[in-house]
């Protein structure tokens, strides 16, 4: 009798909510290899069911070790806009639609803002990204 309830003991840490085991490492999705901050991922990057958690084709904010969980809170949407590249700066208003030539001073994702410089200036702008190497100006 004494030999169950060391077992008993034994195992209780281990069970859940009554469940002979745990199954939350079933849910958990973990790289293939090693992964730099910046990675797009894709699905032979990693393994587990990385569609259901909405991580491919997500951009990595931090470096993720071989075989370690991936979850949203590692990723972020990709960046449209490079630091340092040409972006057409849109301003809109109304029906009225001017584009000028610029250049993005840092990266950023979709409706992230980034400082821009407009030819000829030499402060920069804030400015929304609103697609690949374009960006918009909101008043």
Known sequence: MMGRYFLLALLLPFLSGGNAMATDHLDQVRAVKALPKGTILTAGMLEGAPQKKGLIGQQLSRPIFAGKEVTLEDVRPPDLVARQSQVTIEFRRGGLILSMPGRALKPGGYGEMVPVLMEGRRKP??????????????S
């Open 125 to 138: 702008i804030p400015a929304m990204v609103i697609g690949a190497a374009k960006v918009e100006i909101r």
